[in-house]
């Protein structure tokens, strides 16, 4: 990478490694230190920021490869409102038996973790569909799979339309949860049909989409549900390398007042550790304290798992990548290139702007 953007052989390269006594092959990485001084003496100059970024490009591929392991599925729930998206959670909550374990009690971070008999399944708990569309456009793809909740007595509505273009658009399979099947007024007929027009024909009528009706009050089909998860996760082949170091999303973030800025992460790769430094967006920092969606304390979390992380230098965007790095050193001069790359790029906008107004009034 190194040699092709300087436009010199590979082999120059790894020559003039060996001559500062660093042994290097082909496809290894080198720190973002000695990257500098080989671009320096190759008669680049070098430009700051942009070699941490390629140190960035260089050290993650230098983490892939490990060994790749089933990862529990990411699920959004939408649908429109008061079909039962909400009472929906809450009953699968319910069967989480972790929550007992904690004592009963659940934070809200934007995620959380069910540990059910059927398996385990990661819950993104984003208000409305603004969290989805915002963090797709920031190129930012969590979510494996949606489920659609639509009430029976009530069918397909303009928000259920809307989360069916949004999860097609992301290219997210849908497992459709028709609900609210105990009132008296229930047509889930009705609800296959106005789906069926949509590309959403269950398997029974020679579709390929899985239905579960479920009942959220009656806690009818919550457990059908949670298993029907895990057979769509399945086709999936969900994977991921808990042995690098950790990669994920931001999901939510906010300025904590005890606590200062706090994220919470969904590591996606590899495994996060207490005491492990990062860049997040333009800020950096060092996990001094990492909480799961059961407020409990804890030393280190694996792909799939979201977490509450303490230690960070300023409070990120949802969607943000969080990615762990070396050192302090990296961590820093990564975040505060890309803040001063953010800064020209909003004082270009504002010159850029005023001139327009400028020429407005002439
Ligand atoms: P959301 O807006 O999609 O999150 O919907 P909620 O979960 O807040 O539910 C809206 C309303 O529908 C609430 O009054 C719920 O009690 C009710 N509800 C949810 N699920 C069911 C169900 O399965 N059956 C019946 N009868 N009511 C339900
Ligand atoms: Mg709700």
């Not at 089933?70 to 809450?90: A, E, F, N, Q, Y």
């Not at 990661?122 to 603004?130: R, S």
Request: with cysteine; glycine share 10%; hydrophobic share 40%.
């Amino acid at each position: 990478e190194l040699a092709s953007r300087m436009k010199v052989k590979a082999s120059e390269v790894i020559a003039k490694l060996m001559s500062l006594g660093v042994m290097a092959t082909m496809n290894q990485a080198v720190d973002v230190d000695t990257a500098m001084l080989i671009a320096t003496d190759f008669g680049y100059e070098v430009e700051q920021g942009i070699t941490e970024e390629i140190g960035i490009q260089m050290f993650e591929e230098a983490e892939e490869g490990g060994e790749m392991q089933p990862r529990s599925p990411v699920v959004t729930v939408m649908g429109h409102v008061d079909h039962g998206k909400t009472s929906i959670l809450d009953a699968i909550r319910k069967t989480d038996v972790a929550v007992g374990e904690a004592g009963g009690i659940t934070q809200h971070i934007g995620a959380y973790h069910v540990r059910s008999s059927a398996g385990d399944v990661t819950f993104v708990d984003t208000p409305g569909h603004a969290a989805f569309t915002e963090m797709r456009s920031r190129g930012a793809q969590i979510t494996d799979l949606v489920i659609l909740v639509v009430a029976a007595d009530d069918g397909v509505m303009d928000q259920t339309r809307e989360a069916i273009n949004h999860a097609q658009a992301a290219g997210v399979p849908i497992l459709v949860a028709v609900n609210k099947i105990d009132k008296p007024n229930a047509d889930i007929d009705r609800v296959k049909r106005e789906l069926s027009d949509l590309n959403l024909a269950p398997e029974d009528w020679g579709g390929q989409t899985v239905y579960c009706e479920t009942s959220a009050k009656k806690n009818i089909g919550i457990d059908n549900l949670m298993e029907s998860i895990q057979l769509v996760a399945e086709m999936l082949e969900l994977k991921a390398d808990p042995t690098r170091k950790a990669k994920g999303r931001v999901v939510e973030a906010q300025l904590d007042k005890g606590r200062g800025a706090v994220a919470t992460v969904l590591v996606q790769e590899g495994t996060l550790n207490r005491g492990d430094h990062f860049v997040v967006g333009q800020f950096s920092g060092k996990v001094r304290a990492m909480l799961d969606d059961k407020g409990r304390p804890i030393k280190k979390a694996g792909p799939s798992i979201p977490v509450e992380v303490q230690g960070l230098s300023g409070v990120p965007s949802a969607g943000d990548e969080f990615l762990v790095v070396t050192d302090e050193k990296m961590a820093k001069s990564v975040s505060s290139a890309r803040a001063l790359k953010a800064r020209e790029m909003e004082l270009g906008a504002t010159s850029k702007i005023s001139l327009d107004k400028l020429f407005e009034k002439m």
